[in-house]
């Protein structure tokens, strides 16, 4: 039996936090004022990028004069609306339980700093948390895995004795080239083909989904089991 205690890492954005479609109104109404038209739809397929491939993916760059004021449009617009930011059903719950099962939490994002301390203040779970990353841990965020790859440094855990729990198919795809087993949420608007064709083991509803089957028995949710009884 290994005596080291697994993780489980967490995406936030769209996974633990409604904020998903915060962020595509925010990002479309950038957009617009910055002069180009990005249907809402396409921005939506883009979240959970790391910034400049989002914007590379969007308007083609991410250095030109339209990518730039975006941006900095996107960071004031989201920042004020960050009121409209809500925790998703569980989500406190689970990471709770994690920790109660002797598991290592970890939040393995790449929001920017200024974000993710909104993030982490309205998750208000500071004293389970073991390990944290943001964007400014990594030149390429996900879906490189280097973010995953530091999460798993901090944590001090091996890919093997690790479980990512995400809401799109960067988080999956990510997860699975760092050679994580990961777990998918429908909560961030993603279906269950895509998040299980980019290398979902299996889908949840949210994370109150995933928290009765916790508290059901660890067997209904495999990959947590593993790192239990390994």
């Given at each position: 039996?290994?005596?080291?205690?697994?993780?489980?890492?967490?995406?936030?954005?769209?996974?633990?936090?409604?904020?998903?479609?915060?962020?595509?109104?925010?990002?479309?109404?950038?957009?617009?004022?910055?002069?180009?038209?990005?249907?809402?739809?396409?921005?939506?397929?883009?979240?959970?990028?790391?910034?400049?491939?989002?914007?590379?993916?969007?308007?083609?760059?991410?250095?030109?004069?339209?990518?730039?004021?975006?941006?900095?449009?996107?960071?004031?617009?989201?920042?004020?609306?960050?009121?409209?930011?809500?925790?998703l059903?569980?989500?406190r719950?689970?990471?709770?339980?994690?920790?109660?099962?002797?598991?290592?939490?970890?939040?393995?994002?790449?929001?920017?700093?200024?974000?993710l301390?909104?993030?982490?203040?309205?998750?208000d779970?500071?004293?389970?948390?073991?390990?944290?990353?943001?964007?400014?841990?990594?030149?390429?965020?996900?879906?490189?895995?280097?973010i995953?790859?530091?999460?798993?440094?901090?944590?001090?855990?091996?890919?093997?004795?690790?479980?990512?729990v995400?809401?799109?198919?960067?988080?999956?795809?990510?997860?699975?080239?760092?050679?994580?087993?990961?777990?998918?949420?429908?909560?961030?608007?993603?279906?269950?083909?895509?998040?299980?064709?980019?290398?979902?083991?299996?889908?949840?509803?949210?994370?109150?989904?995933?928290?009765?089957?916790?508290?059901?028995?660890?067997?209904?949710?495999?990959?947590?089991?593993?790192?239990?009884?390994?």
């Amino acid at each position: 039996m290994n005596t080291s205690p697994g993780a489980v890492l967490f995406d936030i954005d769209g996974t633990l936090v409604d904020s998903n479609y915060v962020h595509v109104d925010t990002w479309s109404r950038a957009f617009a004022d910055a002069g180009v038209t990005v249907p809402s739809w396409r921005i939506h397929r883009c979240i959970g990028m790391d910034g400049d491939k989002l914007l590379e993916a969007l308007v083609g760059s991410a250095d030109s004069a339209v990518a730039l004021e975006a941006k900095d449009l996107h960071s004031d617009y989201y920042d004020k609306a960050s009121g409209r930011l809500q925790i998703l059903p569980g989500a406190r719950e689970l990471l709770q339980r994690i920790e109660e099962l002797g598991l290592t939490v970890v939040l393995a994002t790449s929001a920017p700093e200024s974000e993710l301390a909104m993030l982490r203040d309205l998750l208000d779970v500071e004293e389970v948390l073991s390990a944290v990353t943001s964007a400014e841990d990594a030149e390429d965020a996900k879906p490189d895995p280097e973010i995953i790859d530091i999460a798993l440094a901090r944590a001090s855990v091996t890919p093997e004795r690790a479980v990512m729990v995400g809401d799109s198919v960067w988080d999956m795809k990510a997860s699975r080239r760092a050679g994580v087993v990961c777990l998918g949420v429908r909560c961030g608007g993603v279906p269950d083909a895509e998040l299980r064709a980019a290398g979902a083991e299996d889908v949840y509803e949210d994370p109150a989904d995933l928290v009765d089957k916790l508290q059901d028995s660890t067997k209904y949710v495999s990959a947590i089991a593993r790192l239990i009884d390994a």
